[in-house]
């Protein structure tokens, strides 16, 4: 079964969310994907009570990369768990950017989910400059070297890793499949050089950067690839349940 994780970033209210997802649930049927519904924190409690036995897995957009304490304005790994979340998204390159988070603070916080038992969705991926000077892979390497620090084998079965290219995200630009084949190649090879083949072999990869429904066909039969992560896509239930509908 493809995976499906959708990342609402800082979009819908409460009361928004309540709305869409009534909507969504109402012509979702479960069982065609694994899906993540990656709502704002504020948005999580009602996720939790709608979408119970459903079929959707409720996801988080962050978690801080210390257990609690003096860090206002801070959600901690407990908190998530505590508030029905199963996945969350770490290293996003709008956080690796705008809160100049490295792979030290992405390292902690990959510990951090996977004491509080949280899946992982780990963001890789490179910049314009990065992609059209050839080092798109030796990107990969050090992002994935560095937040994959110190983890035991089997802890990457908790892992989704998505190839997020910086210059794809919200700007309509896409790779072309082959390129997205090459860089989940390079992601497989890493894993298996510092885990093993069989974790390379086993982990999840997805594709994220401006997938919709009218390229999405285009993608899914990318050789070894996993499922996608949607952004701006997923606002709309239509276009969810279309994305959905032609995996």
């Not at 959707?56 to 962050?62: E, I, L, M, T, Y």
């Not at 959600?75 to 768990?81: D, V």
Request: aromatic share 8%; proline share 2%.
């Amino acid at each position: 079964m493809k995976i499906l994780i959708a990342n609402f970033k800082m979009n819908m209210t409460p009361s928004q969310s309540k709305d869409y997802l009534i909507n969504f649930l109402s012509r979702y049927e479960s069982g065609k994907v694994d899906l993540t519904l990656c709502m704002p924190y504020t948005s999580l409690y009602i996720e939790k009570f709608l979408c119970v036995n459903r079929g959707v897995k409720v996801g988080a957009q962050n978690i801080a990369d210390e257990e609690d304490g003096h860090n206002t304005g801070e959600i901690s790994g407990k908190m998530l768990k505590d508030s029905g979340v199963e996945y969350v998204i770490v290293g996003h390159n709008e956080r690796r950017k705008k809160f100049k988070e490295d792979g030290k603070s992405i390292n902690k916080k990959i510990k951090i989910a996977l004491k509080n038992r949280l899946g992982v969705v780990l963001c890789v991926g490179e910049s314009l400059i990065e992609r059209n000077t050839l080092k798109t892979y030796e990107v990969l390497k050090e992002q994935l070297k560095s937040a994959l620090k110190g983890l035991y084998e089997n802890e990457l079965e908790k892992i989704i890793v998505a190839y997020e290219p910086i210059w794809a995200v919200g700007t309509g630009q896409t790779p072309q499949p082959k390129e997205i084949e090459d860089a989940v190649k390079e992601i497989r090879k890493v894993i298996s050089d510092d885990f093993s083949e069989i974790s390379s072999k086993n982990i999840c990869v997805v594709y994220g950067g401006s997938v919709d429904s009218k390229n999405i066909r285009q993608f899914k039969n990318c050789k070894d690839l996993d499922g996608f992560l949607v952004g701006q896509a997923c606002l709309e239930p239509s276009e969810l349940l279309k994305i959905i509908a032609y995996m």
